[in-house]
């Protein structure tokens, strides 16, 4: 069934923010999904799950949970001003970690970049995630303030 967006061209109810297909980025897994990597909708901004992986496909930090929430905030962070919001923004985070352990390097990183906004948050550990190098992810929702973006 054809979205909103495209059943109406004349008033887009969305904007999608760097499209791309699973088929391009996962070439090891037989996928065909057409993705993207944040949704402005209104006021409100849906950033898609942001792993140590760089917006050209490498990896950051194998094996090291701290170096891929790094690397996973600037993505964040991109994404969020490409939207026309910025971190300071962010009503609500969702962090998965496949270790236990991961919590504290990967909540030490997340925390000094969302230092002084105080959004909500929900921490998950599980048992793996989309690729096995792939120690933690985030995903978050963040507003634009009226008269920005």
Not at 9 to 15: D, E, F, S
Not at 46 to 71: H, M, W
Request: glycine share 10%; proline share 5%.
């Amino acid at each position: 069934m054809p979205g909103r967006e495209t059943m109406n061209k004349k008033t887009p109810t969305h904007k999608r923010i760097r499209m791309f297909n699973t088929k391009n980025t996962y070439p090891n897994q037989l996928l065909d999904n057409d993705l993207c990597q944040a949704v402005v909708a209104g006021n409100t901004v849906y950033v898609r799950g942001q792993i140590g992986t760089d917006f050209d496909g490498n990896l950051i930090g194998l094996g090291d949970p701290a170096a891929q929430a790094e690397q996973a905030m600037k993505n964040v962070a991109q994404l969020l001003k490409e939207a026309g919001s910025d971190l300071s923004h962010i009503v609500k985070t969702t962090t998965y970690i496949t270790d236990p352990r991961y919590r504290e390097p990967v909540y030490q990183v997340v925390g000094k970049w969302l230092k002084g906004v105080f959004p909500i948050s929900t921490g998950i550990v599980v048992a793996g995630l989309g690729q096995a190098e792939w120690l933690m992810e985030i995903d978050v929702i963040a507003v634009i303030p009226e008269g920005e973006g």
